[in-house]
């Protein structure tokens, strides 16, 4: 049913003890440890599944798969081994021969001596001369290798230790012969050709294996599931405590999910057993007591894939509250805000759009809506800062600009905020400021108030979620000392900056004295004087939030210079000088194509990791420090059960 | 005592002086993730579970280059209280 969070029972209360497997649990674990080793040798890897089957066919078609396919594809697999391992020792043997090719000898001729000591190995410097000195009585063969030569010395036995002693002298490094027979040459191509006749031996066990993969896949996989399943379920009592007469189970369960558990427990054993809520007191002091009661995060459709990031941090509490949301709110707007360029938006959703039917795992696929519902946010941004694959680029073309007479006005008045306009709407906003031009300027100041804006609302909600968790956790010193002077800590800073540049004295008072209080109120806090040394990091909080218009302008100017690049330095350069679009030569504008595309396609590559990694940060370090995972994070809700994904219900 | 410097060379020290600012703190950040980034790959690797708040350790020492680029900007854009030095 998957309703039930089970919790393991630890076995310190002396009356119950801890339960034991039921029915055909060690066959189950047998056959599936069985399974699992095939499906290593097969190579096997857990895919989304192409069929499903009934239990009945599992049972029937088991005995036979895990058997005689099972004890086939292990046949197989070993003989390959053992090929492999042939084909390696024969390649060793061809390696040491190899180096004796050079010398005049037949193999049988270094062994079998009883008053003859051999050497045989690669020196550095001429030894005959040094040898003869040592045993007047030898053989020296030398033949030149590729970067040394190869000699094989025959000396009397009782000289050995003599000659062995010159030999080292040259730098003799020993060669170990092996014991064949026959012509060197011989002997190698006899060695090839055994390698090339495993070999042979060998592809077609290996397209065996393959078929007997293709073929079974989806079985092996089902069964794997059924197999999983059985175990699960035979050995859940180890989970459960125990008496003689009877047991208990003890577990979690969703409120309003109680009266379904119940009246199924208690249809499926017939009476003989009591289902019971432990009263709501009781409970609350569990959670006091820091029990790990699970979280089963509860979101609409739409925000579920923001759950993925909240979990990549921690799962949350019992008692907190759960910032999915949050993220879903603020992490596609982020997102959007810096990579902020139509054509870049509408191609990471194509590509998005490609992905998704490619990648069907769960993980994969919450990830994917994550960017996709950032990239629809670029777009929208991209018509607010008129960008289509950066300024300078189709913007111009599809929505025109404004005329030069009206550029060089604006710039005098210090108004400036870009030339682009919304075809025949031309600019709006107050001042014109749309289409804004990031790499305006005047632009880039309005960004950075904005992003700090952003940041303080990021942060308050931040700021204001600790509190009520604090307050929920009954710790109101933390909540009222720790947590709210951040709050005014940080938008006071704000109002009290806003007023400098505006000009409005009063504001900055207004904003000091409280930036006083809230110092006032760290320092009475839980940490004492220490809490003050917090103060540069609420601080750089809110710098932090620069990045927000930071990265943004790197991928513009990325755009802006691979723009720059094709039309205005490679076509006219490559076109002898040519400043007209209509005199630039073929060869000129298929070159300056390749950069742009190249160029752009590293920044939008750039342009789905710094949008998704930063705001990332903003939320993990910035927001959720405010308020989040105080206690270390929960437990998730994981109810008894398995999913069939093989296996027909 | 009057610094006598024409207003081209000026900006171009103020320029000089932003790009150092967010380079140097660029390095310096990309130092300081350099050692983290080590770890967080090490356990990681041990636990997987680990990944989300070894990114956030990682990615701590990125403010430093955002004040690198506050300063830069104040430099470039917000330039005026130093045009009082420069003589016509």
């Not at chain 1, 076509?571 to 007209?580: I, Q, R, V």
């Not at chain 1, 109810?639 to 027909?648: D, Q, S, T």
């Not at chain 2, 103020?14 to 600012?21: C, E």
């Amino acid at each position: 049913m998957r309703l039930l969070h089970i919790v393991n029972y630890n076995g310190n209360q002396p009356q119950f003890e801890i339960g034991k497997p039921i029915g055909k649990a060690k066959e189950y674990s047998e056959d599936l440890i069985k399974l699992r080793s095939i499906t290593r040798y097969l190579d096997l890897k857990n895919k989304a599944p192409d069929k499903t089957f009934p239990e009945s066919q599992i049972l029937s078609e088991m005995d036979n798969l895990l058997n005689n396919v099972g004890a086939d594809v292990i046949a197989t697999y070993e003989r390959i081994t053992a090929i492999e391992a042939e084909v390696k020792s024969k390649q060793d043997l061809i390696r040491s021969l190899t180096p004796l090719a050079v010398l005049p000898l037949p193999l049988e001729s270094y062994h079998g001596y009883d008053s003859l000591a051999t050497f045989v190995g690669t020196v550095a410097t001429p030894i005959d001369a040094d040898v003869a000195r040592v045993s007047p009585v030898n053989e020296i063969y030398t033949g030149s290798a590729k970067n040394a030569t190869q000699v094989a010395v025959f000396v009397p036995a009782d000289k050995a230790s003599e000659v062995s002693a010159v030999l080292s002298e040259h730098g003799f490094s020993e060669t170990s012969v092996p014991k064949l027979e026959g012509n060197v040459d011989s002997a190698i191509a006899a060695q090839e050709s055994s390698i090339k006749t495993l070999e042979a031996e060998k592809t077609p066990l290996l397209k065996k294996l393959a078929d007997i993969k293709k073929q079974h896949e989806d079985l092996m996989l089902a069964t794997d599931e059924y197999l999983s399943m059985q175990t699960q379920k035979t050995e859940a009592p180890l989970r459960f405590a125990e008496t003689d007469n009877a047991f208990v189970i003890d577990g979690y369960i969703p409120s309003d999910q109680f009266s379904r558990l119940k009246s199924e427990l208690e249809s499926a054993a017939g009476g003989k057993l009591e289902v019971s809520l432990i009263a709501d007191k009781e409970a609350e002091e569990l959670v006091e007591k820091g029990e790990d009661v699970p979280t089963q995060m509860d979101n609409p459709s739409l925000v579920k894939p923001y759950e993925l990031i909240t979990k990549l941090f921690a799962i949350p509490e019992y008692k907190e509250f759960d910032p999915s949301l949050l993220i879903f709110v603020f992490f596609p707007i982020m997102f959007g805000m810096i990579l902020g360029d139509v054509g870049y938006g509408i191609m990471i959703f194509l590509v998005l759009l490609l992905l998704k039917k490619k990648f069907r795992t769960p993980g994969w696929q919450q990830l994917i809506n994550v960017v996709m519902i950032g990239s629809v946010w670029a777009t929208i941004f991209g018509i607010f800062f008129g960008e289509i694959f950066g300024p300078l680029g189709l913007w111009g073309r599809i929505m025109g600009h404004l005329p030069e007479h009206e550029i060089e006005l604006a710039k005098e008045a210090g108004l400036y905020f870009g030339e682009g306009v919304f075809g025949s709407l031309g600019r709006l906003g107050p001042l014109g400021i749309f289409p804004l031009d990031r790499l305006a300027t005047n632009a880039v100041l309005l960004l950075i108030g904005t992003s700090i804006f952003i940041g303080v609302i990021h942060c308050s909600v931040g700021s204001i979620l600790g509190i009520k968790t604090f307050l929920g956790y009954g710790e109101k010193k933390h909540a009222y000392f720790e947590k709210l002077p951040v709050l005014l800590f940080q938008v006071f800073l704000t109002i009290a900056l806003l007023g400098l540049i505006m000009g409005q004295m009063w504001m900055v008072a207004l904003g000091g004295i409280f930036i006083l209080v809230s110092m006032v109120m760290l320092v009475m806090g839980p940490e004492g004087p220490m809490g003050l040394a917090h103060v540069p990091f609420y601080l750089s909080n809110l710098v932090s939030y620069l990045r927000l218009l930071a990265i943004g302008l790197a991928s513009v100017g990325l755009a802006y210079a691979a723009n720059q690049l094709a039309f205005y330095v490679i076509m006219p350069m490559l076109s002898g000088g040519a400043k007209d679009s209509a005199e630039f030569t073929t060869l000129a504008i298929i070159v300056g194509l390749l950069v742009l595309v190249s160029v752009h396609f590293i920044n939008l590559l750039l342009g789905i990791l710094s949008p998704f990694m930063h705001p990332l940060r903003l939320h993990y370090v910035e927001m959720f420090t405010k308020f989040y995972s105080n206690k270390g994070g929960g437990v998730e809700y994981s109810p008894f059960g398995h999913v069939r994904r093989f296996l027909k219900a | 005592m009057a610094v006598v410097a024409d207003a081209g060379s000026l900006y171009g020290l103020l320029a000089v002086g932003a790009g150092l600012a967010t380079g140097l703190a660029g390095i310096g950040a990309g130092m300081g993730e350099q050692g983290i980034g080590a770890a967080v790959v090490g356990v990681v690797a041990e636990e997987p579970g680990f990944l989300g708040k070894g990114l956030f350790l990682m990615l701590l020492p990125e403010t430093l280059i955002i004040f690198g680029l506050a300063v830069s900007l104040i430099l470039m854009f917000a330039w005026t209280p130093f045009a009082g030095i420069v003589t016509p």
